[in-house]
C-alpha cells in the first residue's frame, strides 16, 4: 500500500538526523527571502525548501515553520488547524497524517526533531 505514495521521480534522500531543532528556529524556517522551509509532522522536522508549495505565496506556506500534524490529518489548510496536537483526532483522520507521514518521508529530508516535542506517537 506504502507504493501509492511513491513520488514520481525518484529521491535520493539523506540519512534522517535526530538533532534538536528548537520550536524558535522552526518556527524562523518559513522560506521568506529565499532562506529554508521547514514543516514538522509529529515531532519530525521535514525540510520542504525545494518545493515552492511550501515557499510564502504557495498553497501549503500555511505550514512552513510548524508543527502541521494536526492539520494534515484534516486535510485542512485552515491556519487555526496548523498545531501539533494530534492525539484526540478520529480514526480517520490519524489514518490520514500516517498518510502523509509516509507522503513526507518518501519525498524530504529529516533534519532534526522538534525539541521537548510530546506529540511523537
Known sequence: MAAKFEPKTPVQLNPPKDDPISVKELAQATGIDGGKSY??????VYDV?????YQPGG???VFAGKDA?????KTSTKPEDVKA???DLDDKEKGTLDDWVIFFSKR?????VVEGATNME
Do not use: C, D, M
Request: hydrophobic share 35%; net charge positive; charged share 20%.
Open 69 to 73: 500534524s494536526r492539520a494534515l490529518g
Open 85 to 87: 496536537e494530534w492525539h
Open 39 to 44: 514543516v514538522a509532522i509529529k515531532g519530525k
Open 108 to 112: 524530504y529530508n529529516v533534519v532534526g
Open 49 to 53: 525548501t525545494g518545493n515552492k508549495a
Open 59 to 61: 498553497s501549503y506556506h
